[in-house]
C-alpha cells in the first residue's frame, strides 16, 4: 500500500506531467535569464567520474568550496570568473563516496573544514555526519548511520562544537537539534523538534544567527492528506521562546521544503522553498528563493530561474550568502516538461540589491 503522501506526491507528478504536456504544444524560444545569475561550475564539464550535481556552494576568500556528486572547489577572479577549478583525486573521490551520495556540506571554517553528510536514502534520511579536511582529504566520522544526521554547522567562533539535526531513532533518540563538543565527545539537546512531514524531508535546512543566540527552523508539515505551507520558527535558546513567523509560501503541487540562511550580518534571511524530489531524480515544481527582512518580515521573491526555455522552470537548492552579504551562490537545475529534473550546476546571483533581481 503506498503511503498517502507519496500517493500526493504521485498526483501531484501525474498532474504535472498532464499540464507540461499540454505546455509542449507552446514555443520552445529561448529567452535571456536574469543577467545578473553567472554560472560558475557547470554539472558535466568533469570526466564521466566527477559527473553529476553540484548542490551546494560556499564561499571562504576567493575561493568557492562545492560538493554534491563530487567534491571540490573553484578560485575565484573579482569580476566573478573561474581562475581554477580543483577537483578531489580520483582514489580519493571514489574511497569518499563508496555508493553513498553527499547530500549536505556546511561552510568551511578556519581550519580549512566542513561538515558533510553522506545518506543512502531512498526517500528517508539515513545520514552520517563526517568532519572533512579540505587540505588533507581526510574525513572523520563524527556520528554514524543511527544518528540519522541531516544537517549541521559550526557553533560560530568555536571550532571545536557544531550544532547537527538528527531525526531521531527507534532506539531512543529524540528528534532535535543537538550541540556536539568534539573535545568530550558530549552532546546536549538544544531543542527536540520533529516536522510533520519528519525524516521524509529529506533536507533540515536549519540555521544558527550571527551571534549563536537563535536557531532559524523549518517546520516542514503534512496534515492527513493535506500539504500545508511549510513554517519559520526563530528559536531563542536563552529564553527558550519560539516565535513563528506569519510568512506564507506557495506549496503549488509538492513545494513544500524549506531552507533558510541568516544573512552575514543577521538582518534578513535567505530562504529557498524547495520540491519534494529536489535531490532526487523526479519531482514536478520549481522552487521559490526569496528574502525576508528583518524585522519586518517583509518577503521579495527573487528572479534565480536558470532555464533558457521560456515554456520551463528550474530547481534552485542550498542557497547561501557571499561572505560580505552582496551575492548568492546555489545550485539549480532544468524542471523538464514530464516532471524530471535536470542536473544541477553551481551560480552566483550577483549584486543582490540590484532590482532586476526581484521579482
Not at 36 to 51: A, E
Not at 192 to 212: C, K, Q, R, V
Request: some cysteine; hydrophobic content about 30%; charged content about 20%.
Amino acid at each position: 500500500m503506498i503511503h498517502p503522501r507519496f500517493q500526493l506526491f504521485f498526483f501531484a507528478v501525474f498532474a504535472g506531467a498532464l499540464l507540461g504536456g499540454c505546455r509542449l504544444f507552446d514555443s520552445d524560444e529561448r529567452y535571456s535569464i536574469n543577467p545578473n545569475i553567472v554560472k560558475i561550475k557547470d554539472c558535466c564539464n568533469q570526466s564521466r567520474i566527477y559527473y553529476g550535481e553540484v548542490f551546494y556552494g560556499h564561499q571562504k576568500g576567493d575561493r568557492i568550496y562545492y560538493s554534491g556528486a563530487g567534491l571540490g572547489y573553484l578560485e575565484m577572479e573579482n569580476t566573478v570568473e573561474v581562475a581554477k577549478d580543483s577537483v578531489i583525486p580520483l582514489e580519493v573521490y571514489m574511497l569518499h563516496m563508496q555508493g553513498i551520495l553527499f547530500t549536505y556540506q556546511s561552510a568551511v571554517n578556519s581550519s580549512n573544514r566542513s561538515l558533510i553528510v553522506r545518506s543512502g536514502y531512498s526517500h528517508k534520511s539515513v545520514g552520517r555526519l563526517y568532519e572533512y579536511d579540505h587540505e588533507t582529504n581526510i574525513s572523520s566520522l563524527v556520528k554514524d548511520s543511527a544518528y540519522h544526521v541531516s544537517s549541521a554547522m559550526y557553533w560560530r567562533g568555536e571550532e571545536n562544537k557544531l550544532v547537527y539535526y538528527s531525526y531521531g531513532n527507534d532506539q531512543g533518540l529524540q528528534a532535535g537539534y543537538y550541540l556536539h563538543d568534539k573535545t568530550t565527545g558530549a552532546d546536549s539537546l538544544l531543542l527536540g523538534h520533529l516536522s510533520s512531514y519528519g525524516p521524509e524531508e529529506m533536507l533540515n535546512g536549519f540555521d544558527l544567527s550571527p551571534d549563536n543566540q537563535k536557531l532559524l527552523i523549518p517546520n516542514v508539515r503534512v496534515e492527513g492528506y493535506e500539504l500545508l505551507t511549510p513554517q519559520i520558527i526563530e528559536y531563542t535558546l536563552a529564553t527558550q521562546q519560539a516565535d513563528t513567523f506569519d510568512t506564507e509560501f506557495d506549496i503549488s503541487f509538492a513545494r513544500i521544503s524549506l531552507w533558510l540562511r541568516y544573512s552575514p550580518d543577521g538582518g534578513s534571511i535567505l530562504y529557498c522553498n524547495y520540491p519534494w524530489g529536489a535531490v532526487g531524480s523526479r519531482t514536478n515544481d520549481d522552487s521559490e528563493m526569496g528574502i525576508i527582512e528583518l524585522p519586518s518580515r517583509q518577503k521579495r521573491i527573487l528572479d534565480a530561474n536558470t532555464n533558457e526555455f521560456r515554456t520551463q522552470r528550474s530547481i534552485q537548492l542550498a542557497p547561501t550568502w557571499s561572505p560580505e552579504g552582496k551575492h548568492i551562490i546555489y545550485g539549480s537545475g532544468p524542471l523538464r516538461e514530464n516532471g524530471g529534473k535536470g542536473t544541477y550546476s553551481l551560480y552566483i546571483l550577483q549584486n543582490v540589491d540590484d532590482p532586476r533581481n526581484y521579482k
